[in-house]
């Protein structure tokens, strides 16, 4: 058999336990694979306690690269690469190539200090010692050139797999109220502290006080997580009246089902590694207009902003802009979702492959 051009050493990929999580990297080694590549893919198994978890990744990523002189693609750099800078120290020959993903670049406030040094410590000597670092944006690509001091020239954009254009496109949408005042509003993504699921459900506490929005509207949190239950409680009378539910991580189908059902869509995270954000881009080619408080990610995708209401600098100006989204016309809303569209193209899963091709060279 022949031996692998390329291995992916990632702490996040799909298993049975978690079929969700780290899809991007399973869809990125697809991708690679389908464009002729032979690669081959190390990931975490979660089946055990996460120290032992850690102890069997890291012993069976060692011993593999300790021979390998082909390239160790390595997803999430601070947990995955340890074993990885040890083997290279054994075997110059092997070429390691990182992709940062958010935190593990750029650590989060509430992770604690002794946590974020140690995450900075290993982002640094893995930065020695590969030959490619590549990022999720532009946006992001300035933040770490400048933060660790890195030859721009090393450092390559690919928006972690992209976005599978032929999937998340623009549906028939369901028959809807002629009331112009009935929207549906959405937001995804796990609901842990700094992703907004909490911040989005004070807002709309407030927003459903206003007379005019106090009927008409109706929202769907999709996703699981410590902050879920705290926001419901907020919520609880609108989830009693059917404006508000909450529904678990679901399939891809359905979830494209939701996007397209949806006239707006909330990104809301407050995190520092918030790198790029997949599912803004889920949610526009599905034909949602998106709202979003400024990070990086919304910075890259949200440049073309002609209503000015995309882009949010805190709460209150979060609530303030959602409401006047919600005001506008269908057709206005439509207007805008095409011109993120056409800017976000090259997003599209395709392109992205065809780049990251090139780059694992």
Avoid: W
């Amino acid at each position: 058999m022949s031996k692998p051009e390329v291995i992916y050493i990632t702490n996040m990929y799909p298993s049975e336990e978690r079929p969700y999580y780290g899809t991007f990297v399973q869809n990125s080694f697809k991708k690679i694979t389908q464009l002729g590549r032979y690669a081959a893919v190390i990931a975490l198994n979660n089946n055990k306690s996460k120290l032992m978890s850690y102890i069997f990744f890291y012993c069976k990523t060692f011993s593999r690269l300790v021979r390998f002189d082909g390239i160790a693609y390595i997803h999430y750099v601070t947990h995955s690469a340890p074993p990885a800078l040890v083997a290279k120290l054994f075997n110059p020959k092997l070429k390691i190539i990182l992709h940062f993903h958010g935190s593990d670049a750029f650590p989060e406030k509430n992770e604690g200090n002794f946590r974020r040094k140690i995450k900075k410590i290993i982002a640094k000597s893995a930065i020695r010692l590969s030959y490619k670092i590549v990022v999720p944006s532009d946006e992001f690509k300035g933040k770490i050139v400048e933060a660790y001091g890195i030859d721009g020239g090393a450092v390559f954009v690919n928006a972690s797999a992209g976005v599978d254009a032929s999937l998340f496109k623009k549906g028939a949408r369901k028959q809807r109220s002629a009331d112009e005042s009935s929207k549906k509003i959405l937001f995804v993504g796990r609901m842990i502290d700094g992703k907004g699921a909490l911040l989005f459900a004070r807002i709309l506490a407030e927003i459903f006080k206003l007379p005019e929005m106090s009927t008409g509207v109706s929202v769907t949190f999709v996703g699981q997580g410590p902050e879920k239950q705290s926001a419901q409680k907020i919520l609880e009378n609108h989830i009693a009246s059917g404006s508000v539910g909450f529904v678990d991580f679901v399939s891809q189908a359905e979830l494209v089902r939701y996007y397209q059902e949806a006239d707006i869509f909330i990104f809301a995270s407050t995190r520092e590694g918030e790198s790029l954000g997949l599912v803004l881009i889920e949610a526009i080619f599905c034909g949602a207009v998106p709202i979003a408080l400024r990070n990086v990610a919304a910075s890259s995708i949200l440049k073309s902003d002609s209503s000015g209401f995309l882009v949010a600098e805190s709460e209150n100006d979060m609530k303030e802009k959602l409401v006047k989204l919600l005001r506008l016309k269908r057709e206005e809303l439509e207007l805008i979702n095409s011109e993120l569209i056409e800017e976000n193209k090259k997003y599209d899963a395709e392109q992205v492959g065809l780049s990251l091709n090139e780059i694992l060279q």
